[in-house]
T-cell receptor, first 112, second 114 residues
Framework: DAKTTQPTSMDCAEGRAANLPCNHSTISGNEYVYWYRQIHSQGPQYIIHGLKNNETNEMASLIITEDRKSSTLILPHATLRDTAVYYCIVRVEGNQGGKLIFGQGTELSVKP | DVKVTQSSRYLVKRTGEKVFLECVQDMDHENMFWYRQDPGLGLRLIYFSYDVKMKEKGDIPEGYSVSREKKERFSLILESASTNQTSMYLC?????????????FGSGTQLSVL
């Protein structure tokens, strides 16, 4: 699976958009980009994933560059409850799935 | 919503004890996983199972075993607990097929081995 690089930490003002970058310059054609987050003292929570098209769901939007070497997770209107560690994971969708490798992630602090 | 329930939120055990960590999921998922999480090391996969009675080693299986007698339940066993097994243990489940990398996690068990 391709390696990802994320900033260690970021701040965002409450109500503003939070844009979390992820670099995955060695991604291969069949690798998906997954985002999870982990709120303090809880298990990780799936947010969104995509292959090459931009994706949006009720939690966030995922923008993947045309060359697929980087992506951005967007939380359109960040709230204090979005304070968490955000993990970007690149992975081939395995036959059965689930053996994800979680790196260090980005610690997002949403401030009033 | 999918629910993955871990039996204990906090657990304190003594060195050498046999420890059972239980995990139950209610969405009929075939796949179940055990991770441990340590500061600076992220989440590491211990064992996983794709079916009842089936188990496979993850990246750090030493000192652990697992049991999957029923589809909804996946147990992690520390045969003889040691202090270096003090950690947060996270159970997850998923369904094969489309979206099979979408894991659902429990809230975790913080195990302290004294």
């Amino acid at each position: 699976d391709a390696k990802t690089t994320q900033p260690t930490s970021m701040d965002c003002a409450e109500g503003r958009a939070a844009n979390l970058p992820c670099n995955h310059s060695t991604i291969s054609g069949n690798e998906y980009v997954y985002w999870y987050r982990q709120i303090h003292s809880q298990g990780p929570q799936y947010i969104i994933h995509g292959l090459k098209n931009n994706e949006t769901n009720e939690m966030a939007s995922l923008i993947i560059t045309e060359d697929r070497k980087s992506s951005t997770l967007i939380l359109p209107h960040a709230t204090l409850r979005d304070t968490a560690v955000y993990y970007c994971i690149v992975r081939v969708e395995g036959n059965q799935g689930g053996k994800l490798i979680f790196g260090q992630g980005t610690e997002l602090s949403v401030k009033p | 919503d999918v629910k993955v329930t871990q039996s204990s939120r906090y657990l304190v055990k003594r060195t050498g004890e046999k420890v059972f960590l239980e995990c139950v999921q209610d969405m009929d998922h075939e796949n179940m996983f055990w991770y441990r999480q340590d500061p600076g090391l992220g989440l590491r996969l211990i064992y996983f199972s794709y079916d009842v009675k089936m188990k496979e080693k993850g990246d750090i299986p030493e000192g652990y075993s697992v049991s999957r007698e029923k589809k909804e339940r996946f147990s992690l066993i520390l045969e003889s607990a040691s202090t270096n097994q003090t950690s947060m243990y996270l159970c997850a489940s998923s369904s094969p097929g489309k979206g099979r990398e979408k894991l659902f996690f429990g809230s975790g068990t913080q195990l302290s081995v004294l």
